[in-house]
C-alpha cells in the first residue's frame, strides 16, 4: 500500500468515500504482548474523533486497574467538563458489569460473560456507540460461554457507524474470516520467560 493508495479498486459499487468510511471489525489476536495496549489506542484516537467509545474487559481481575483505565475515565471527564473529545464508557466483568452491580465470582463468571455480550448486543442494536473495545473476549467464547455463531451473526450484520475491536488469543476462525483487519501478535522475546513479573508503567 504504498503512499496510501490501494493496490487494487473493488467493484463493489461504492464511492471511495462510502468504502474508506465502511465499518470496521478489528481483531488483535497471537501470543504476542500488545493485544489490549492496541486497542486502547485506537480507543484514544476515537476520543479525539468525539466518538462514543465503551470498552467491555472480559477477563482480568477486578483488583487489577489498568492504566489504560484511569486514563480513559479522566478523558470521560474532560468530555463531560469540556466538551472536548467524546463519552468513553468502561466495564469490567469482573468486579460485575457497572450497569448491574452484581459482584463477579468464580462461579458465576460465565453468567456474567452472557450478561456482558447481551448488553453489547442491545447496544450494537440500538447504535449506542462509534466504538466498542471487547477486550479478552476471545476467551468466553472458547470457553462456551458465549455464542459464537450470535457473535459473528451480530458482527456481521450491525448497522450504522460501529467500529468494533476483539482482542484475546485463540482467536475463532469464524471471527477472523469476517474482520477487516486482523493483526497477530508474535512474541520474540518476553521479560517474562527470564524470571522478570510485571511492573508499572509497562503491565499496568
Given at each position: ?109 460465565a453468567a456474567a460473560a452472557a450478561e456482558g455480550w447481551q448488553e453489547i448486543k442491545r447496544r450494537i442494536a440500538a447504535e449506542t456507540h462509534q466504538l466498542y473495545v471487547l477486550d479478552e473476549f476471545s ?39 469476517q474482520a477487516d483487519l486482523v493483526t497477530e501478535m508474535t512474541k520474540i522475546k518476553h521479560p517474562f520467560d527470564n524470571g522478570q513479573k510485571g511492573q508499572r508503567g509497562i503491565e499496568w
Amino acid at each position: 500500500m504504498p503512499q496510501g493508495t490501494p493496490e487494487r479498486t473493488p467493484d463493489d459499487g461504492l464511492t471511495t468515500r462510502q468504502r474508506r468510511n465502511r465499518p470496521l471489525l478489528i481483531i488483535h489476536t497471537g501470543d504476542g504482548k500488545g493485544k489490549s495496549t492496541a486497542a486502547f489506542g485506537l480507543a484514544l484516537r476515537g476520543w479525539n474523533q468525539g466518538w462514543s467509545s465503551a470498552v467491555f474487559q472480559f477477563v482480568k481481575s477486578a483488583k487489577w486497574r489498568i492504566g489504560e483505565q484511569t486514563a480513559l475515565e479522566q478523558l470521560d471527564q474532560i468530555h463531560r467538563d469540556t466538551g472536548a473529545g467524546g463519552p468513553m464508557e468502561w466495564h469490567k466483568m469482573g468486579s460485575g458489569w457497572s450497569w448491574s452491580r452484581k459482584g463477579g465470582s468464580a462461579e458465576d463468571h460465565a453468567a456474567a460473560a452472557a450478561e456482558g455480550w447481551q448488553e453489547i448486543k442491545r447496544r450494537i442494536a440500538a447504535e449506542t456507540h462509534q466504538l466498542y473495545v471487547l477486550d479478552e473476549f476471545s476467551y468466553p467464547i472458547n470457553w462456551g460461554w458465549v455464542d459464537l455463531d450470535d457473535v459473528v451473526d451480530t458482527l456481521t450484520n450491525r448497522t450504522g457507524q460501529q467500529h468494533v475491536i476483539i482482542t484475546g488469543r485463540r482467536m475463532p476462525a469464524a471471527l477472523i474470516e469476517q474482520a477487516d483487519l486482523v493483526t497477530e501478535m508474535t512474541k520474540i522475546k518476553h521479560p517474562f520467560d527470564n524470571g522478570q513479573k510485571g511492573q508499572r508503567g509497562i503491565e499496568w
